[in-house]
């Protein structure tokens, strides 16, 4: 009797929805194809069979390993330089033999006609490269050490790449190669919005960064990855140790990547006191106050000091020097009872209560907020510079723009340090899949400022309305390369990407499943190097939610979403026996639906509808128990989700 009962009611809503005309007129426009969203779709997978199909690495998995030391010297002047030696020991884990290798020479983007400067608008834009004629790396001698034997290497140059033809191939499986190589770069002022310097009124800042060349990629994904650096892309980075030396003249702080080595030698003995007692207290201190910066009781060293840091199992290291700075610090909190420290380096420009005097408050309260709900910050230390660039990211050292204040300020750094998360930790492309480390970062970034403060800086007004009028003209797609998006589209790496993992925790699994699916990526993938693919099937897999309905629209296409109330009916003309409702998705995507119905005698609830809803087809009826007419009825009340046409949102009753 039941699959009888079952039928009559599907016969009657076809009855139903072949006689309504409003109902037929609206079908007839609707984009929405059901196999476009749930027809089959299968991920690609590497050859090798180093990735699990739960989205994890997988027993095999493999990734090459690049340690490093590096002398450097910072040499003012007319052509303020940087002169170095690096020496890379090179582990090659994969199971090839590598004939050459590949290294990014990141400065080169600053030469006059670097591929950067070639497609950079006559208008100019927020990078800016434009080249100058001292620009980028001038690369000395290269010598290859491997299996007792040394010898010189010719390089081949081109554009921000290096190439080493070796003599012997290296042999993988975890052998070993040396390569030392002797540089020095003029110091761009706008280093593509990276790095550069700034004068202030007591001097230069510098903020360094892709100040050495670095060794690129070689995964299980696409072998070498030798993108160049052409200024929105960003990086793609091995993992490895830290051994640095930056020399530089005696009156400058050098702050940087890591743990400072020698404090005795670089420090006196009044900053190193309270440089201590900073690591232990919550409240900032100060290490260098306003009033002591240039006073030689604050720098008694004439010529040059050497400052040694270093950094274990990092991707990269960023570095600032001046004799302007402000420097304060502060104790940061882990989870796990750890220590660490977390401090700012400031020109008197930067200086006050409502601007960079909160700065390592900002800092501290973010490095606790993201260890807590993510993974713990795995490194003892980050500094925060104020310079030239507006907001800039590497692991330890954060760059933001000087004159920023209150709520931006505090954006800037949360963002900025949110990177030691997306991609300093969890180590995906950037050169090619931008939103999986800005779009990530981003969504985190919005529950720091929920939590910061008791929500001082948190934004209530970015509903998904305002961010869709971001992105809902481009005609490229969040899986676009940064170099290949349209010039004015790339805010949507940030603000659609982060939206998107929104939904999936706000309106699809809810917070509990969906934070530990995320944590459960992050966890699985810290210091490793995943691929959007194995972020799809880790969600898919820890959430216990086959989403490859939304992954495929909201990263793949620029498909929009456009639900609609196209009918409402009541059985037998009585609202007392319950009413038929049909809603239509009217675009090419799909999201479950919310619909607030409130009735005329008073009673409102919130219903919510599975994505299944439009697994079959674009229309869907189905019956609302009401008791009373319904006084209106409205898609999505809290506007969290990016429809196009908010005009068939509503309905209401008469």
């Keep these: 009797m039941r699959y009888l009962k079952l039928i009559n009611i599907f016969s009657a809503f076809a009855l139903f929805q072949l006689t309504n005309p409003a109902l037929a007129q609206t079908t007839d426009t609707v984009k929405y194809n059901h196999q476009d969203i749930f027809g089959p779709i299968t991920w ?67 030469k006059p006609d670097s591929r950067g400067a070639a497609t950079t608008p006559i208008s100019g834009d927020r990078f800016d490269v434009r080249g100058f004629s001292r620009g980028g790396y001038h690369i000395g001698t290269v010598t290859v050490t491997y299996k007792g034997a040394t010898y010189n290497v010719t390089p081949v140059i081109t554009d921000a790449r290096m190439q080493l033809r070796l003599n012997t191939p290296l042999d ?22 990276r790095m550069g310097r700034k004068k202030f009124k007591q001097g230069y800042v510098y903020e360094i960064a892709e100040w050495y060349p670095r060794m690129c990629v070689y995964d299980d994904a696409e072998g070498w990855n030798t993108l160049p650096y052409m200024g929105l892309g960003e990086f793609y980075c091995e993992y490895g140790d830290f051994d640095y030396y930056i020399t530089a003249p005696a009156n400058m702080i050098v702050v940087g ?40 009781a604050t720098r008694p060293f004439k010529g040059t000091l050497t400052w040694h840091y270093k950094m274990e199992n990092s991707r990269d290291i960023a570095w600032g020097a001046s004799n302007a700075f402000i420097w304060d610090a502060a104790q940061v909190n882990f989870p796990s009872g750890r220590k660490g420290v977390a401090m700012s380096a400031y020109p008197v420009e930067s200086s006050g209560s409502d601007a960079w ?3 390592t408050e900002y800092l501290k309260n973010s490095m606790e907020i993201y260890s807590k709900a993510y993974f713990e910050y795995p490194w003892n230390s980050a500094v925060n510079v104020s ?40 180590g995906s492309n950037e050169r090619k899949y931008m939103w999986q480390d800005e779009g990530f970062n981003t969504f985190i970034n919005e529950y720091a400022s929920q939590q910061f403060n008791n929500g001082e800086y948190d934004d209530k007004s970015k509903h998904a309305q305002t961010i869709l009028a971001g992105f809902r003209r481009s005609k490229d797609p969040l899986m676009t390369a940064p170099e290949a998006i349209g010039l004015n589209d790339y805010g949507q790496y940030y603000e659609k990407t982060a939206l998107g993992l929104d939904m999936l925790r706000n309106v ?5 499943r969906f934070d530990y699916a995320f944590r459960e990526y992050v966890k699985h993938w810290a210091f490793k190097h995943p691929l959007p693919y194995d972020f799809f ?52 995507m799909a999201m479950p639906v919310d619909l607030k119905i409130t009735q005329a005698n008073g009673t409102t609830e ?32 809290d506007h969290q989700l990016p429809d196009v046409d908010l005009r068939n949102n509503a309905y209401y009753g008469n």
Excluded at 265 to 273: A, I, N
């Design 508 to 512: 699809v699994l809810g917070p509990d």
């Design 606 to 637: 919130t219903l919510h509808l599975p994505v299944n809803v439009w697994q079959r087809g674009g229309v869907w009826t189905f019956k609302y128990p009401s008791t009373s007419t319904i006084k209106s009825i409205v898609i999505d009340p």
């Design 357 to 359: 005097g909160r700065s």
């Design 172 to 193: 993988g499986k975890g052998e070993k190669m040396q390569v030392k190589i002797n540089y020095d770069f003029a110091i761009p002022f706008y280093g593509a919005d």
């Design 257 to 296: 990547s890591g743990d400072l080595q020698n404090p005795q030698e670089v420090l006196s003995p009044e900053q190193l006191s309270r440089l201590n007692k900073a690591k232990a207290s919550d409240k900032t201190q100060m290490i260098i106050s306003a009033d002591e910066v240039g006073k030689a």
């Design 387 to 426: 310079g030239v660039a507006l907001g800039m990211e590497y692991p330890g050292a954060i760059f933001c723009l000087s004159n920023l204040k209150k709520g931006q300020l505090w954006g800037d750094v949360t963002h900025e340090i949110g990177h030691n998360w997306f991609p300093m930790i969890v």
């Design 44 to 110: 690609p997978v590497t050859g090798q069979g180093t990735r699990s199909n739960n989205g994890q690495p997988s027993p095999t998995y493999w990734q090459n390993r690049a340690d490093y030391q590096i002398k450097a010297s910072l040499n003012e002047g007319r052509d303020t330089t940087i002169t170095g030696e690096v020496t890379i020991n090179y582990t090659n884990n994969s199971p090839d033999k590598l004939d050459y290798l590949w290294l990014q020479l990141d400065q080169n983007l600053f």
């Design 537 to 588: 099937r880790a969600m898919n897999d820890a959430a216990g939610e086959d989403l490859n309905w939304f992954w495929k629209p909201w990263f793949f296409t620029t498909w929009k979403l456009d639900q609609a109330i196209t009918n409402v009916k009541y059985i037998d003309d009585n609202a007392a026996k319950g009413a038929l409702i049909t809603l239509t998705n009217n675009e090419k």
